[in-house]
């Protein structure tokens, strides 16, 4: 029995996600495998081949697999599925568009976003934006699984001693091709690999408003920013920091968040961070629920009391 994960990298380091996911496949049983499908990607398979628990490093390269396209993926994935009882991958954007490929070329179930391995054939997953868990086992030969990293903690990025073996890349498919990306750049950490963030709400009232008391907060905090779906569709965060059921999934050390009511599908995106802190003036929000220290204030006065005794 042996699991293979599909890494996320930018071909020359690993990301995050591809350790939780190791941590997950390794308690499956049996050996771990990564897969580093991308162009010049030796760096991130050297990289791999460090991660704690991995016993071989899958090594395909060339141009038309630099930006993760699916179809090429799932292809390359398909080409080696056979050796695999279990086939993870990162629960996030790329992995969940190439997961349902390879499931549905094998034509087996995916198990999605599983937080919990019981056994080799049985996993946990959260349901009803995580109001309730569903236990799901699987009959299928090959289980695809999407793992939601927040679940696990990462194996270790050093210590290990795979062994990097060279397969040879599939023809490109050209299905699709890779125009351009635009991505933001930003000094803060990256949110679903921040230890810290903070977070605000609805409440704020503007995006003059977001910016003028959560941006020194997070400063000083070196945190992310984060916000809730409310604060988003009203144009006062950008729609990269949402945090939620339909945003981002988040688990840092610690979680702030400032006149954020707490609707089931924010609590669904954060309710995994080791430390909670809710600042609202209303006693019955229910993000109160959830936090471990709770604050009944008005933010535009505790939020600068606390800058002050930071």
Not at 120 to 142: C, H, K, L, M, W
């Amino acid at each position: 029995m042996t699991a293979l994960v599909i890494a996320e990298h930018d071909n020359a380091s690993i990301k995050g996600a591809t350790l939780n996911t190791v941590a997950a496949a390794a308690q499956c049983g049996g050996e771990v495998h990564v897969l580093i499908a991308g162009y010049n990607a030796g760096p991130a398979a050297a990289a791999a081949a460090q991660i704690a628990g991995v016993a071989k490093v899958i090594h395909a390269d060339a141009e038309y697999l630099a930006h993760g396209l699916s179809e090429n993926m799932a292809a390359q994935v398909l080409a080696i599925a056979w050796n695999y009882s279990h086939i993870l991958f990162p629960a996030t954007a790329s992995g969940k568009n190439i997961a349902p490929r390879v499931a549905a070329k094998l034509d087996v179930g995916q198990i999605s976003d599983i937080t919990k391995v019981i056994a080799a054939d049985t996993f946990e997953r959260p349901i009803y934006a995580g109001n309730a868990i569903a236990t799901v086992q699987s009959v299928d030969a090959t289980k695809v699984i999407t793992v939601r990293t927040t679940g696990f903690d990462p194996a270790a990025a050093t210590g290990g001693s795979a062994a990097v073996e060279t397969q040879a890349a599939l023809a490109d498919s050209g299905k699709s091709t890779f125009l351009g990306s635009e991505i933001a750049k930003s000094d803060r950490p990256e949110l679903t690999a921040a230890k810290i963030i903070v977070s605000g709400g609805r409440a704020l009232g503007s995006a003059e408003k977001f910016n003028e008391v959560m941006t020194p907060l997070a400063d000083k905090l070196g945190a992310a920013l984060g916000a809730s779906r409310a604060a988003v569709d009203a144009g006062y965060a950008p729609n990269d920091w949402q945090v939620g059921q339909t945003g981002k999934i988040v688990a840092p050390q610690l979680y702030v968040a400032c006149g954020i009511s707490g609707a089931i599908q924010h609590l669904a995106g954060m309710k995994d961070s080791k430390v909670i802190v809710a600042i609202n003036k209303d006693p019955e929000a229910p993000i109160f629920s959830v936090a471990d220290y709770g604050l009944e204030a008005d933010l535009f006065t505790a939020v600068p009391q606390l800058m002050e005794s930071l």
